[in-house]
């Protein structure tokens, strides 16, 4: 969910992968209210995250630290995840924030 680059790589189920340490995990802003206002959501560009009919899914930003898997194919780390994400949790909004442009 940073900048970064790094080579794709598959990790073992003994290795936990976090999407918010991956290249892939994209902050975006949605539009909500008037128009004037926005709501932060993450997406996978890779379209990993997907409902049952297929859609995109996007995930509120303030949960993106509980999004993990134990294996993904597009998985591109961007660092040392624990220590990244620890020090996210500290920072991530406790509730679905509306921010005013
Ligand atoms: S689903 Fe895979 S590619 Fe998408 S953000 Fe998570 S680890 Fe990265």
Redesign the pocket.
């Known amino acids: 969910m940073a900048n970064g680059q790094g080579a794709p790589k598959t990790v073992s189920s003994a290795e936990k992968?976090y999407?918010a340490n991956?290249i892939?995990?994209k902050l975006v802003k949605t539009p909500c209210g008037n128009g004037g206002q926005y709501q932060l959501r993450v997406r996978?560009d890779?379209g990993?995250?997907r409902k049952k009919l297929g859609e995109e899914k996007v995930y509120k930003y303030f949960t993106v630290a509980r999004?993990s898997?134990d294996e993904?194919d597009?998985?591109?780390p961007m660092g040392d995840a624990r220590d990244y994400i620890r020090d996210l949790k500290k920072t991530l909004p406790i509730k679905d924030e509306v921010y005013t442009l």
Do not use: D, G, Q, S
Request: net charge positive; charged share 15%; glycine share 0%.
């Open positions: 992968i999407c991956c892939h995990c996978c890779a990993k995250w999004r898997l993904c597009a998985y591109t």
